[in-house]
């Protein structure tokens, strides 16, 4: 059965190539997507450096040609998941409404109306000069959270360890709310800088290489006054980062990679570096006890999407709880509120808003209706009971009752987990260009491949199944376990090592820790994005500055690797940024 198939990827790809070499634009030889000799195409050919697998990143099932982050997978395309995955897409793509099916959802408060304001073109978030929740491209998330014990080391201050979120306001903040309610967070109130790394960084290094040439580090800085807060309590001791998106496209390839393999990455390189001691005991070379995530039916699976690791499926993470939680859609086995008391509290004791809803809320047709009472007392505690049904309280019937059914059924929430497990990888590009070629030795030979590392072999991809899934395979008599596009036994080539670093830049990442962003498609970014900002907050506008930022601080995982390309000639840095857009 798995030669059948392959065999057909085989031939679905070779297909594609015949046709892609037929046809050739300006918008292609430029970025060199499939860029083409006079004679012959080299498109998808080994050469000295790169094997012929290399031009398909997300391997025969996962790679596309064109030069895009959305296209379908040849995988579910095989499978004739053309429909389901355009179904999803539009989910994805388009504007969420208090009441218009099928993307009805928001209320009473969210974080973004629609996924593609945060991924532009499903690529990573830009770099903003100001937080406003409805500017496509903005894909900043706010991280709200108390400080620990930190220290001071040549005037830069880290943090020692994990940090918690404020309760006060949801863990992905919404700046956004429904008339009457204020949104938990003032975003009018929050405030960007970015400001400058001045003279030399901490590691001692200047900015400009030894030849003379410059290059900039520029940094956020994030305030939001407790006045903001529209919460009771208001919180107290806590600090503001910025987290953007990153591109979505092969997230089900790396779902595809096994734990077993993960786990022999992480006692590699345990080796050699201190890991972070939520993922792994160093002591008994083995996952921590914190590693494991505890996906909705109770099962065990070891984290790996985010930054911060948080999540361990796409069915219980990633998209699946970004379409909950960002725009507010309840669904089957999500029939609550993403909210949190202390907002539902503060909103139950405005004045204005219990006016509002006693003038306006008795007609069965207002959308303040399933708050309205005969008393401002009743409207009051109708308000902190209904808003209070968030996580915690688990709302369930209760919540049917008040708003009705979930916003998202169960083969709405399929098609959009196809669309989701279904994106794939650009193909690679210019990788018979000798300079490119060039980029790649350096690449290796100076250690980015150690933390990047260039390639995974999946195995059976046995995705974990979730309720509203299994609900829907139940209902239409198929088998949960294949009806999701599958990666399994695919060479890709994502450049991470899936492993969190330390990089002690200024202002740095929430627990300093930070999952090894993959590296493939990214050199689309400028083209398909409109820009190619860079790291977790988009400090870095180019590849430059991301590989600088990794020098900071001598203690950071990645200095010795960034000081061997800063002492590199200028045509072999160069030589890596060629690369690292070819990829």
Request: proline residues 5%.
């Amino acid at each position: 059965m798995m030669n059948n198939f392959a065999k057909k990827s085989s031939l679905f790809l070779l297909a594609s190539c015949a046709l892609f070499a037929a046809c050739s634009d300006d918008d292609n030889k430029s970025d060199g997507l499939g860029e083409l000799e006079e004679e012959e195409s080299q498109f998808g050919k080994a050469n000295d450096v790169f094997t012929a697998a290399e031009w398909y990143p997300g391997g025969e099932l996962g790679t596309t040609e064109k030069a895009s982050y959305s296209a379908i997978a040849p995988g579910a395309e095989l499978l004739g998941l053309e429909t389901s995955f355009n179904k999803g897409e539009d989910y994805f793509e388009h504007l969420y409404t208090y009441t218009d099916e099928p993307r009805k959802g928001l209320g009473p408060a969210w974080v973004r109306s629609s996924c593609i304001h945060c991924h532009p073109s499903y690529g990573h978030g830009k770099r903003q000069t100001e937080y406003k929740a409805n500017t496509i491209g903005n894909g900043y998330l706010l991280v709200v959270y108390h400080p620990n014990e930190a220290f001071t080391e040549d005037g830069v201050r880290y943090t020692t360890a994990p940090s918690s979120y404020i309760a006060e306001v949801t863990g992905m903040p919404q700046t956004k709310a429904m008339h009457p309610f204020k949104a938990p967070i003032d975003e009018d109130q929050i405030s960007i800088e970015w400001k400058n790394v001045e003279g030399t960084m901490p590691s001692g290094l200047p900015l400009h290489f030894p030849d003379g040439e410059t290059y900039e580090l520029i940094y956020p800085e994030v305030n939001i006054p407790v006045t903001a807060f529209n919460t009771n309590p208001k919180p107290t001791n806590y600090e503001v980062r910025l987290e953007s998106t990153i591109g979505i496209y092969g997230t089900g390839l790396l779902d595809a990679i096994s734990t077993e393999d993960m786990k022999a990455q992480y006692a590699s390189e345990a080796r050699f570096v201190s890991l972070n001691t939520a993922m792994w005991d160093a002591t008994a070379n083995d996952w921590a006890a914190s590693a494991y995530y505890t996906l909705a039916d109770g099962t065990k699976a070891i984290k790996k999407f985010t930054y911060a690791m948080t999540r361990a499926s796409l069915q219980d993470g990633a998209g699946a709880n970004a379409i909950w939680n960002i725009t507010n859609v309840t669904r089957s086995n999500r029939r609550y509120l993403y909210s949190t008391v202390a907002w539902a509290q503060a909103m139950s004791e405005d004045p204005e808003v219990i006016s509002y809803i006693r003038q306006n809320g008795a007609d069965p047709s207002s959308l303040v209706h399933p708050y309205y009472a005969d008393t401002d007392e009743g409207i009051s505690q109708k308000v902190l009971t209904l808003l209070g049904m968030n996580t915690a309280a688990k709302g369930g019937d209760n919540y049917t009752a008040a708003f009705g059914e979930p916003e998202m059924n169960d083969k709405d929430y399929y098609d959009f987990m196809v669309w989701h497990r279904g994106l794939a990888v650009p193909a690679a590009r210019n990788l018979d260009d000798a300079t490119v070629q060039r980029g790649k030795q350096v690449f290796n030979q100076i250690g980015c491949a150690t933390c990047h590392r260039p390639s995974w072999q999946t195995k059976e991809d046995n995705y974990w199944v979730d309720y509203s899934i299994r609900a829907y395979a139940e209902a239409t008599g198929q088998n949960a376990n294949n009806i999701l596009p599958k990666f399994a036994y695919q060479t890709i080539w994502p450049y991470t090592d899936m492993v969190q670093h330390r990089l002690f830049m200024e202002n740095d990442i929430r627990t300093g820790w930070c999952r090894t962003t993959p590296l493939w498609g990214r050199g689309l970014s400028l083209r398909l994005t409109g820009a190619e900002d860079r790291l977790h907050d988009c400090r870095a506008r180019n590849e430059i500055e991301a590989i600088m930022w990794h020098a900071y601080s001598k203690q950071s995982d990645g200095y010795a690797a960034a000081k061997r390309f800063y002492d590199l000639p200028k045509e072999d840095r160069d030589a890596v940024v060629k690369f690292l857009r070819a990829i």
